[in-house]
């Protein structure tokens, strides 16, 4: 059971250029979510998903944009990244959203 | 609007001797609480959760937590520090469908 599945670990990024954070589980939970973590600023929510084809902003939104085509699967992409963008990001799913969640092992992305 | 507060970034405590991290949360409506460990360079793990059950909750790895409703606290205990419980701590609140996370208090344990 590998639970939630993060791709890739990491990566560096150069000002301007975009990419997509995959994010993948296997326990068929309606509710994922994008969180980024920055040192001693805890986590910020970024989207988060309540099923299939349902997404919405969180906390800090901007920059990011998220789809979810499938239950599986919840990529969260980068336009024109900013060196703001530098941080671990996180994806985790839950079954009900207030039982708690399953995270992933992050991607750390640093932007030059 | 439900947020937490950790009162302290750090905590220092020898091999042994107990592990107090605090958490306040505020909360509009009876909260579900959680704490969260952090390994090194890896994701959250949960310890333990509080969903208006019993007060007293355990966890995993010889942690607990006491919920008071009266001091609006969820503080995290474990009786011995061992070396392995060096690790950053999160305090949680359930908001809607997502959580909100406090800053952390990093855990360091000494020989």
């Known amino acids: 059971n590998a639970g939630v599945t993060q791709t890739p670990k990491f990566r560096i990024l150069k000002i301007g250029q975009s990419m997509t954070l995959q994010c993948t589980q296997d326990?068929?939970?309606?509710?994922m979510y994008w969180y980024r973590q920055d040192p001693g600023m805890g986590l910020k929510l970024i989207y988060y998903?309540?099923?299939?084809?349902?997404?919405d902003k969180g906390e800090v939104p901007n920059g990011y944009n998220v789809s979810r085509s499938t239950t599986e699967d919840f990529p969260l992409r980068l336009e024109l990244a900013a060196p703001s963008q530098t941080s671990v990001y996180f994806c985790?799913?839950?079954?009900?959203?207030?039982?708690?969640?399953?995270f992933g092992s992050g991607t750390r992305l640093t932007v030059v | 609007a439900q947020s937490v507060t950790q009162l302290g970034s750090h905590v220092s405590v020898s091999e042994g001797a107990l592990v107090l991290l605090r958490c306040n949360y505020s909360?509009?409506?009876?909260?579900?609480l959680f704490w969260y460990v952090q390994y090194p360079n890896q994701g959250l793990q949960l310890l333990l959760k509080?969903?208006?059950?019993?007060?007293l909750v355990k966890g995993i790895n010889g942690f607990e937590a006491e919920f008071k409703k009266s001091e609006t606290s969820f503080h995290l205990t474990k009786p011995s520090a061992h070396m392995s419980d060096a690790a950053e701590y999160f305090c949680?609140?359930?908001?809607?469908?997502?959580?909100?996370f406090g800053k952390g208090t990093t855990l360091s344990v000494s020989s």
């Open positions: 985790a799913s839950s079954p009900t959203g207030i039982s708690g969640y399953t």
């Open positions: 326990m068929n939970h309606n509710y």
């Open positions: 998903s309540v099923g299939a084809g349902i997404t």
């Open positions: 909360s509009s409506v009876p909260p579900y």
């Open positions: 509080y969903t208006s059950a019993a007060t």
């Open positions: 949680a609140v359930a908001a809607g469908t997502a959580l909100i």
